[in-house]
């Protein structure tokens, strides 16, 4: 064989070669990706994936009786029963240290938008600051004001008010 027949069967040989079948990725799968834990050494709120987790939210309600505190109008103090509700939600919250939690204050329709707005952000950090004495971690727990935008009982009336009057601990990951 010639040194130029040789020098071009080569070269065939090498393109094929690299037109070889490879191996295709692996398909795709319409399995969603594991949830994992969030990690609880981190301080920043705003590194946070928002999200609700309704089951750990029953087992919250189921064990500690409520997530849901109430306060008198104009008001943001705990009272007894406000505490014996947070007491029994802090225990919940610190025997399960991978779950964070968004304390989210609210108010009645009565007042300026400002006004429900910083009364309650008043309410979520008094029911954070409490569940914080028990010894929930501050790093667990954000705040939320929603004000009068987010209403639980319509009406116009001292009951629907009474149940506008709230702050909710809210389980999320």
């Known amino acids: 064989m010639n040194k130029t027949v040789l020098i071009g069967m ?4 090498l393109s094929l070669g690299a037109c070889a079948k490879r191996t295709p990725p692996p398909a795709a799968t319409t399995e969603p990706p594991p949830v994992t834990q ?21 087992d919250l309600v189921a064990k500690a009786g409520s997530d849901t505190v109430y ?23 610190i025997a399960n240290p991978n779950v964070r939690a968004s304390i989210e204050g609210h108010c009645d329709e009565r007042g300026t938008r400002e006004y429900n707005q910083a009364l309650g952000e008043r309410r ?50």
């Open 10 to 13: 080569t070269a065939i040989a």
């Open 38 to 58: 969030p990690d609880t050494n981190s301080t920043d709120p705003n590194s946070l994936e928002v999200v609700e987790l309704p089951q750990l939210q029953a």
């Open 71 to 93: 306060f008198g109008t104009d008001e943001f103090s705990l009272d007894e029963a406000t505490r014996a509700t947070l007491a029994a939600q802090a225990r919940w919250l």
């Open 124 to 173: 979520a950090n008094a029911a954070r600051d409490f569940l914080v004495s028990q010894g929930v971690p501050a790093s667990r727990l954000l705040t939320t004001s929603w004000g009068k935008e987010r209403p639980v009982a319509q009406g116009s009336n001292e009951e629907a008010w009474a149940q506008n009057r709230r702050a909710v601990t809210v389980i999320i990951r």
